[in-house]
């Protein structure tokens, strides 16, 4: 069964550091990643989308990258910005069509 | 842009009252997806549609129903609300394997 998994559950770092956020998954077996971010109470939206054949995508100062045979993805985020503080969430489309979520990053970026 | 919407951002109910979600998507995606989302236990899946009156159970079915008659639109029932029920659901659209969109979510509280 694939298991998705986020470290760390939250992070503090201050305004302009580079930052990267870790997301595991046990199967190989993926379509697509996703990373998403989450403000509080609203719902998810989509910031990455990285196919099976990829390595990387980018937008703006993020950027994230696939590594399936190590079962890994990284966002990274350049020069963080208060702005940015939000839940960041890992999600891997099986070959079925469904999407497996990790537990999130909380990421908190002070003035 | 996509945009999918939910017809609730806060609902209160009774407990054993029958509940309705309501979700609309208008981008003509085949695909639609009922989540819930509880702290410490991420998204998970309760029910999938791949087509109008096409439904398929997700993780999480037990409690609930859904119901697709139309093609922009996705239901999510709680035939007889509990208090475990009381979440964050969210309601996602795609087109095949691609992005899920994800609305605004609605918070159900069960008393």
């Known amino acids: 069964k694939q298991e998705v998994t986020q470290i760390p559950a939250a992070l503090s770092v201050p305004e302009g550091e580079n930052l990267v956020l870790n997301c595991s998954f046990t199967?190989?077996?993926?379509?697509?990643l996703q990373w998403f971010r989450q403000d509080p109470g609203k719902g998810l939206t989509s910031l990455l989308l990285?196919?099976?054949?990829?390595r990387e995508q980018t937008s703006g100062r993020l950027n994230a990258s696939l590594d399936k045979s190590s079962g890994r993805s990284t966002l990274y985020i350049a020069a963080s910005q208060p702005g940015d503080s939000a839940t960041y969430l890992c999600?891997?489309?099986?070959?079925?069509?469904?999407?497996?979520f990790g537990q999130g990053t909380t990421l908190q970026v002070k003035p | 842009d996509v945009k999918v919407t939910q017809s609730s951002r806060y609902l209160v109910k009774r407990t054993g009252e029958k509940v309705f979600l309501e979700c609309v998507q208008d981008?003509?995606?085949?695909?639609m997806f009922w989540y819930r989302q509880d702290p410490g236990l991420g998204l998970r899946l309760i029910y999938f549609?791949?087509?109008?009156?096409?439904?398929e159970k997700g993780d999480i079915p037990e409690g609930y129903s859904v119901s697709r008659e139309k093609k922009e639109r996705f239901s999510l029932i709680l035939e007889s609300a509990s208090t475990n029920q009381t979440s964050m659901y969210l309601c996602?659209?795609?087109?095949?394997?691609?992005?899920?969109?994800f609305g605004p979510g609605t918070r159900l509280t069960v008393t």
């Open positions: 549609s791949y087509d109008v009156k096409m439904k």
């Open positions: 999600a891997l489309t099986s070959n079925t069509g469904k999407l497996i």
């Open positions: 199967d190989s077996a993926i379509y697509n």
């Open positions: 981008m003509d995606h085949e695909n």
């Open positions: 996602a659209s795609s087109f095949g394997k691609l992005n899920q969109y």
């Open positions: 990285i196919q099976s054949s990829q």
